[in-house]
């Protein structure tokens, strides 16, 4: 089965950037998606096929995806990116896999 | 605008069958490229996909759970009913329905859409 490795935790200091890595056995063929998921609610895509925002999505959020790692990139980070992040890919045998989730904290 | 909203019981026993319905609004599961997935998070876990149904009732289901589920849908009620048997304590979570991004590419393979979730509990 198909798998993805994050970082348990991640923390920055406002203003500075936070990167959360995504690891998965050539990761880099396929498309990596990036949601954010704050305390008690849903979660909210914030990239889309490696490095695409959507509507809404603050500029400072970037992803990038090559070899065996997806990487989210967040700038300038702001106390509201606090939250847990998770990467998800897609395999045509495990189909939708997320990964183990990264919680970002603002110090 | 596009919401999906989940409905179930909050309490199951263990060896029973757990039954979650997910209505939603703003689209069709008649419409080709449309599909509906659901997705469950343990308390402090991570997501964990399950299922998903196409608007051509094609259905996927996670390879590890594939025996415990099964997904069906009400194309005229607008809504996607999910059915889990024999629950047991490991099972419990927040269930999520969610629209999965229009197509069916690679590059498609997400959810742009989620429901506010469900929490169920198993339990005797």
């Known amino acids: 089965s198909y798998e993805l490795t994050q970082p348990p935790s991640v923390s920055v200091s406002p203003g500075q950037t936070a990167s959360i890595t995504c690891s998965g056995d050539k990761l880099g063929d396929k498309y990596a998606w990036w949601y954010q998921q704050k305390p008690g609610q849903s979660p909210v895509l914030v990239i889309?096929?490696?490095?695409k925002r959507p509507s809404g999505i603050p500029e400072r959020f970037s992803g990038s995806n090559s070899g065996n790692t997806a990487t989210l990139t967040i700038s300038g980070t702001q106390a509201m990116d606090e939250a847990d992040y998770y990467c998800q890919a897609w395999d045509s045998s495990t189909f939708y896999v997320f990964g183990t989730g990264t919680k970002v904290t603002v110090v | 605008q596009i919401t999906l909203k989940e409905s179930g019981p909050t309490l199951v026993k263990p060896t029973q069958t757990l039954t979650l319905t997910c209505t939603f609004s703003?689209?069709?599961?008649?419409?080709?490229?449309?599909?509906v997935g659901w997705i469950r998070q343990p308390p402090g876990k991570a997501l964990e996909w399950l299922s998903l149904?196409?608007?051509?009732?094609?259905?996927r289901y996670s390879p590890s759970l594939k025996s415990k589920l099964t997904i069906t849908k009400d194309t005229s009620k607008n809504l996607v009913v999910l059915t889990m048997t024999n629950m047991d304590p490991v099972d419990t979570g927040t269930y999520y329905c969610?629209?999965?991004?229009w197509g069916s590419g690679s590059g498609t393979q997400y959810f742009n859409y989620w429901g506010q979730g469900t929490l169920v509990t198993v339990s005797s």
């Open positions: 149904i196409y608007w051509d009732d094609d259905k």
């Open positions: 969610a629209h999965k991004a």
């Open positions: 889309y096929q490696n490095d």
């Open positions: 703003g689209f069709s599961l008649s419409t080709a490229g449309v599909a």
